[in-house]
């Protein structure tokens, strides 16, 4: 009976493809039984899919029976019987399409009689690549993805159109507490249903299809079909071919400069071994020494012209020798080994939120576990690697001070030109490898991936933000863009127009501590309060919108408080006043002495901090923990943007001048110097090579925290990997030709 019911099944998806009623009939989705009012809640088939599920258990989205026991071999009663089943069950609310429906159900009986059992191979297929109702709903589990593989390899050349299969993912409206409950998941989260049908099917028959499944069960009378979206190749569009030709001239370029460099350097040490051996033989010629000792200094001082020094420095070989050196690590060591951390530190945090994505749909099938994970005490080292980003704008804001102010105060005032080359300079270290991240991410990875839950066409999520705010992202000022749109398709990019807007007007609160050290004080210090304020007060607002819910409220802090650069200033001007003690401390020449008790005190202080930052919003996270009050919340939130950045200045202050002991060992590790140089651009690229690694698997991720953890540790290598060569190859490149055109250590 059942090999039979299966052939029978497999028949109907197969005939289903083969006709061309008017609803493509190539169309199909099987539900398979549900027991349970909760899962009949997110359960979702097409009409066929219905009645096939009619057939073959006598039952009608869990209403009505079969009235007489069915012959197991008289196909054409159970072919009937689930027929009259289903009419039935639609005659006291039937569809407005309900004729079509039972003319197209009734056209496949029909084919069913005559053509018996043919073609079962290619429905076997196609039944066995569509979504089935997978373990874990309760845990929300709303991306039924099939098989994408199966689906893409049906092909049956002897119909006429031959029959291709197509991978097409439905997205379905749904209210959110039917599909996780009390789960803090967005209104625009539904459930994805992944089907096979023919390649002749349009989006606009699949709605359809869809549709009329939602109107058959009553339990989805508030659902709704959002979108229809099916997988298919996309061809090279004319601007990702110039832009892959652009990148690759550039890499051309690199691999020129490398065979030139390799070259010279043949024939440097081969011409020195002649000389060696002419000056050994001809001891009593000094004709002939003068000769070589000229062409030597020739050769000598060609290898040092200006152009040479610049092909040298694009050269892969060249710079390889230089990013494995370890005696110029800087002056403050301990900045390596603070500035490795932080960048391992955010892409461990960025595992955690990208492997939940949320823009669409959920790339793991069980949301409920990883909010239970993130309830655990040690999560909030993920939740909080937030700070891993100020300890950024602390060190860039430091090092910006302790050089500017010297420099300054030893020219008495920079003239136009110098201004020029301040702001230039800066943008052209950050721009080339941040606008060439984005021409991957837009243009050139949609083509790299194709799969399930990789839509070439809107790769893998919506970047037309992207597209339409290129220039906000060339101009640094993505960040204000209205409606968070210039941080819609690569979020994490707001760090950069941050960083910059902060080193712009830098200068007004460095001449100020310079020449009116009392007014640039008051000054810093009314902007850290103001800073601070207008943080605590939208953090407030939001908290109490998302009535302390703080999955959402986390969510909801991006656009107007996250990535605004007035909400995090406070890390950069405890960077620009550290900055001012070193220049102070390092003019006066005075010998830094502490009492050894304060120096105790401050570490243990130091640790409080740190620990309070990170753990002090635990009670936020904890399961049937109180919440925070209002304003407990948003005085956390806000000072540990202060304090944080206070306790790191405390480990470069002492670690530095003597008093880091351990500590400062362990920072100040040579091993760090060579990886410290990947930082920039491992924070670019990490993001590109983790949704690429998410959104090109086949199926859903069941995470674990073991998983998570060799998850992270697999970016964190892959994406110090990929830096090495993002480097080489797109950043110390363009400050080579910065050096070329002008270094002001030798002017124009």
């Known amino acids: 009976m059942k090999n039979r019911i299966f052939s029978f099944l497999l028949l109907v998806t197969v005939f289903f493809s083969e006709t061309g009623i008017s609803y493509c009939n190539e169309c199909l989705s099987v539900n398979e039984p549900l027991s349970q009012l909760e899962l009949q809640n997110i359960s979702s088939a097409t009409y066929i899919g219905q009645f096939l599920n009619t057939v073959l258990t006598g039952n009608c989205s869990g209403e009505g029976g079969l009235t007489s026991d069915l012959d ?46 043919t073609a079962v191979k290619f429905g076997e297929i196609l039944f066995d690549s569509m979504a089935k109702l997978p373990p874990g709903v309760l845990e929300a589990n709303i991306n039924w993805v099939g098989s994408f593989k199966l689906c893409t390899e049906v092909y049956n050349g002897t119909l006429n159109p031959p029959l291709r299969g197509k991978y097409c993912r439905a997205s379905i409206g749904f209210p959110v507490e039917q599909l996780a409950g009390d789960l803090p998941i967005d209104d625009s989260i539904g459930l994805t249903y992944g ?12 709605k359809l299809i869809v549709s009329n499944s939602l109107k058959l069960m009553s339990v989805f009378k508030y659902a709704w079909v959002k979108d229809v979206e099916c997988v298919e190749k996309e061809e090279l569009s004319s601007a990702t071919i110039i832009f892959i ?31 060696n051996q002419v000056t050994q033989i001809e001891t009593d010629s000094n004709l002939k020494k003068t000769d070589n000792d000229a062409n030597h200094s020739k050769a000598k001082k060609n290898q040092n012209s200006r152009l040479m020094t610049f092909v040298t420095e694009c050269s892969f070989y060249t710079n390889t020798e230089k990013f494995f050196r370890t005696d110029n690590g800087g002056s403050i060591t301990c900045l390596n080994g603070i500035r490795f951390f932080s960048m391992v530190w955010i892409i461990w945090g960025h595992t955690y939120n990208y492997i ?100 070439q066409a809107k790769f893998p999520r919506n ?54 050290p009392k007014a640039g004080k008051t000054l810093l210090a009314g902007c850290l309060v103001a800073s601070l304020s207008i943080l605590a007060f939208l953090t407030a607002n939001v908290y109490v919108s998302r009535r302390k819910d703080i999955a959402l409220v986390l969510v909801d802090m991006w656009e107007d408080v996250y990535i605004k650069p007035y909400c995090r200033a406070s890390p950069w001007i405890v960077g620009l006043c550290l900055g001012y003690i070193f ?45 925070m009050y209002t304003f407990e919340y948003a005085l956390y939130f806000s000072l540990t943007r202060f304090t944080w950045p206070l306790a790191v200045s405390w480990v470069i202050f002492t670690c530095h001048y003597g008093y880091g002991g351990i500590i400062n060992k362990f920072l100040s590790a ?64 363009f400050v080579a030709l910065e050096k070329l055109v002008y270094d002001p250590r030798r002017g124009l």
């Open 72 to 117: 197991e071999n008289n196909l054409d009663a159970m072919l009937d019987g689930g027929l009259l089943l289903l009419l039935g069950a639609l005659e006291n609310n039937p569809p407005d399409n309900i004729n079509e429906i039972f003319n197209d159900l009734n056209s496949i009986i029909t084919r069913l009689r005559v053509n018996g059992t």
């Open 195 to 206: 089907m096979c049908i023919s390649d002749q099917c349009d989006t606009e028959q699949i």
């Open 245 to 275: 030709a652009l990148l690759s001239i550039l890499v051309l370029w690199v691999f020129i400069a490398t065979v030139v460099d390799v070259t010279q350097r043949i024939l440097s040490f081969v011409t020195k071994i002649e000389i």
């Open 356 to 455: 939940i994505e949320r823009t669409k749909f959920f790339v793991v099938d069980n949301i409920r576990t990883m909010q239970e994970l993130n309830e655990n005490i040690e999560a909030q080292l993920i939740i909080n690697g937030m700070f891993g980003v100020d300890t950024f704008f602390l060190m860039s804001a430091f090092l910006l001070a302790k050089t500017f102010l010297p420099k300054y105060e030893a020219s008495n005032g920079f003239k136009p030109f110098a201004w020029a080359y301040y702001y230039i300079s800066r943008y052209w270290r950050l721009a080339p490898p941040f606008l060439i991240t984005i021409i991957i991410y837009i243009w050139i990875m949609p083509y790299v991936g194709y799969g399930p839950l990789w839509n």
């Open 463 to 516: 970047n037309d933000d992207c597209m339409n705010y290129w220039w906000a992202y060339v101009l640094f000022i993505n960040n204000f863009v209205p409606n968070g749109k210039g941080t819609t398709c690569m979020g994490y990019l707001w760090y950069i127009p941050n960083d910059y807007q902060f080193y712009a007007i830098s200068p007004l609160f460095l001449i100020l501590l310079l020449k009116f």
């Open 583 to 627: 220049f102070k401390l390092q003019k006066s020449k005075i010998r830094v002495k502490i009492n050894y008790y304060w120096v105790a005190l401050g570490w243990i202080l130091c640790f409080i901090l740190m620990g309070t930052a990170i753990f002090g919003g635990y009670t936020n996270h904890a399961k049937d923990a109180r919440r």
């Open 670 to 733: 040579k091993a760090f110097v060579p990886l410290i140089r990947l930082s920039y651009c491992a924070y670019l690229i990490h993001p590109v090579i983790m949704v690429s690694y998410n959104f090109l698997q086949e199926s859903l991720f069941h995470a674990t925290n073991l998983t998570l953890v060799y998850i992270a540790i697999s970016h964190i290598i892959v994406s110090i990997f990929v830096a090495y060569f993002f480097t080489l190859i797109f950043e110390w490149p």
